[in-house]
């Protein structure tokens, strides 16, 4: 049923890192995380199938968004190696509303600059810890 869907307008998506604090919101087209874990086989004796138990987590999230003019702090914020926390809130930052905080590193940006387009800029963060 549609209505229970959502849509990205309300996002709020913060990079706090210390090269400064970017609201990432206003200019994102989309944000995706991965979040994943790494696991051990626990296979062994009569076992007929491989099993496994979890064990490390790891994320990654990928931002992507216009570049705005000026955009000296955004360049220096996404730089190559530059730590901080991502907090992602897919429907804004109401009580009640999913958001998570994730310590990470910047994996460096990538800007776009078409002839005839926007310029855009994209981002690949490495969680760097425990996300809340």
């Known amino acids: ?45 009569s076992d007929t199938h491989k099993t496994y138990i ?18 000296t702090a955004l360049y220096a914020a996404l730089a190559a190696g530059v730590q901080g926390t991502l907090t992602v809130a897919p429907e804004g930052t109401a009580t009640g509303k999913l958001s998570k905080a994730y310590p990470a590193i910047s994996m460096g940006a990538t800007f776009d600059t078409p002839y005839a387009d926007v310029v855009t800029v994209n981002c690949t963060f490495q969680s760097n810890g425990a996300w809340s």
């Open 54 to 71: 979890p064990t490390i987590k790891s994320a990654t999230i990928d931002y992507s968004g216009l570049f705005p003019t000026g955009g």
């Open 1 to 45: 049923m549609a209505e229970n869907n959502i849509t990205g307008k309300d996002a709020y998506i913060n990079w706090a890192s210390s090269a400064g604090t970017i609201n990432l919101s206003g200019d994102y087209r989309s944000v995706s995380i991965k979040e994943n874990t790494d696991t051990a086989e626990t296979t062994a004796g």
